[in-house]
């Protein structure tokens, strides 16, 4: 199933070879599911993960779900992570610890190679950046136009405090959050981030105070490792009643004047112009994306 950049409000991480996660997974809304192959698998692990994960990205695709697989960056893993897995059923790739152009353009070669071998269309598998270093944070903007494959970006942030010191929260996370959030729109991506911890499901009042924040800012969606946030995610980005209603009078209104010659107007005791009327046609085009 091909990755619907306007359906990225859930990103869900699945160690590839945990087949209790997965079936989990599958019976939740998670908009993406990813099958895992870093962080979550251990170093003598990563050969029986790629097996797994190639069996189980068929089986996602399988159910309609959109599947990613978050791949290892060093050199002596990618290419075999790359040949595992990019296969037909596969919607996408989440890449971590992008730290330059030069990387997702290397990877886009080798994924436009194994598209070819595989029978596959050029294109077919996209790719979800996770920026995780001081470094990765002040390429962003290049990062963001590296490819067309590219469709969504955001911060890693345990790796990236990790890197640059601080506590995983609000201070630390405003700067590089807003930074990708800015990068992605400019780029036509979908900005993926909230200003809070991933490993945080238990707290799930914080975890809501986190993404309605985050919806707030700007953002889209947001990386999860729990079905609790899977939740919280799906229904923080998903456009309330009162929203549609409200965007729906808007450009009912603006068809209206348009009709008249005019551009802006009055409505509802505020001035609308061209960006108003851009904002709520997107939330006309999000509310119909997650009524699928």
Not at 17 to 37: K, T
Not at 233 to 262: K, S
Request: glycine content about 8%; hydrophobic content about 45%; aromatic content about 4%.
């Amino acid at each position: 199933m091909k990755l619907d950049p306007d359906l990225c409000r859930s990103l869900l991480f699945v160690p590839a070879g945990n087949e209790r996660f997965l079936s989990s997974a599958l019976r939740g809304g998670a908009d993406v599911i990813q099958l895992d192959l870093e962080d979550a698998i251990a170093p003598g692990q990563k050969q029986a993960a790629r097996r797994h994960a190639r069996t189980e990205l068929e089986q996602v695709a399988a159910a309609g779900r959109a599947v990613s697989v978050r791949v290892n960056v060093e050199i002596a893993l990618l290419s075999d992570d790359l040949d595992a897995v990019v296969r037909p059923g596969l919607s996408a790739l989440t890449i971590p610890k992008v730290e330059t152009v030069e990387m997702l353009e290397a990877i886009d070669q080798q994924v436009t190679k194994l598209e070819a071998e595989g029978g596959m269309s050029s294109g077919e598998v996209q790719l979800i950046a996770q920026i995780e270093s001081a470094k990765g944070v002040l390429n962003v903007r290049e990062i963001a136009h590296a490819t067309p494959r590219l469709v969504a970006l955001g911060i890693g942030m345990e790796d990236l405090i990790a890197d640059v010191g601080g506590t995983v929260g609000p201070d630390a996370l405003y700067f590089p959050a807003m930074q990708s959030l800015y990068a992605a729109r400019e780029a036509g991506l979908t900005p993926i981030g909230y200003l809070g911890s991933i490993t945080v499901y238990k707290d799930t009042e914080q975890f809501r105070e986190w993404i309605v924040r985050a919806k707030n800012l700007g953002f889209a969606g947001g990386f999860c490792i729990h079905p609790n946030q899977v939740e919280i995610l799906n229904e923080a980005f998903r456009p309330t009643p009162d929203e549609v209603a409200a965007a729906q009078a808007v450009v009912d209104a603006a068809e209206q004047h348009a009709q008249d010659g005019i551009g802006a107007f009055s409505h509802n005791g505020k001035m609308v112009d061209a960006p108003i009327v851009e904002r709520a046609q997107r939330v006309l085009r999000l509310h119909e994306t997650h009524s699928r």
